[in-house]
Structures are given as C-alpha cells and as structure tokens.
C-alpha cells in the first residue's frame, strides 16, 4: 500500500512564497513521474506542473517563473516551490504520483489528500 502526505499550504500575501512538500512511502522501490495539479472553486483540476525521472519539467503557462517543481528521490519525496503568489493561485493543491513498486513494476496513479493554499491580503 502506498501513501503520498502532503504538507506546506497555508494563507500567504500576494507576492509571498511557500513550499509544498509530498512525500511517497509504502510499498514502493522509486518514483516515476510526479505531479502537482490544483483545483480551484468552481473550477476543474488542473496541471500545475510536473517532473519526470528524468529531470524533464512542464508548467503550467500561468506559473512560469514563479514556481518551480523538484524532487528528492532520496526521500521519495516531490516539492513545488512556489514566489510571487497571486489571488488566482488560491486553490486545493494535489500531489500526483507515479511510481515503481519493490519489484520495479509502475504502478499508479496515486493522490495525495490535496492541501490549501488561499493567497489574500
């Protein structure tokens, strides 16, 4: 069985920062592909950005140069730093996972329990 935890929301000022973490643990060897997506009210989810085993990023147009994906395989562990927060970046974050189990075989997707992140002055 396998867990993603998300941490690091929270109310931030515009123009503030903050870092979501999410952690992988269980039954896993390695991560694939990891993900960070959002939904706010009313709207659908969406792709915010994500990061391939192979260092490849992909962000959404209305983050670029402001947040930044990265992970620490390591740790099994995915992060989304995120500068220059906006109003319209308030949204339920979740992590997206997928992984490789202890015999190496992908499995996934996985979602994390989603965390808030409400920008307001």
């Known amino acids: 069985q396998v867990r993603l935890v998300e941490s690091g929301g929270g109310l931030v000022q515009p123009g503030g920062s903050l870092t979501l973490s999410c952690a992988a643990s269980g039954n896993l060897f390695a991560l694939n592909a990891m993900a960070w997506y959002r939904q706010a009210p009313g709207k659908q989810r969406e792709l915010v950005a994500d990061?391939?085993?192979?260092?490849?990023?992909n962000y959404l147009d209305a983050v670029k140069g402001r947040f930044t994906i990265s992970r620490d395989d390591a740790k099994n562990t995915v992060y989304l730093q995120m500068n220059s927060l906006k109003a319209e970046d308030t949204a339920v974050y979740y992590c997206?996972?997928?992984?490789?189990?202890?015999?190496?075989?992908?499995?996934?997707?996985?979602w994390g329990q989603g965390t808030q992140v409400t920008v307001s002055s």
């Open positions: 997206n996972a997928y992984l490789q189990d202890v015999e190496r075989a992908p499995i996934g997707p996985y």
């Open positions: 990061a391939t085993r192979h260092g490849n990023t």
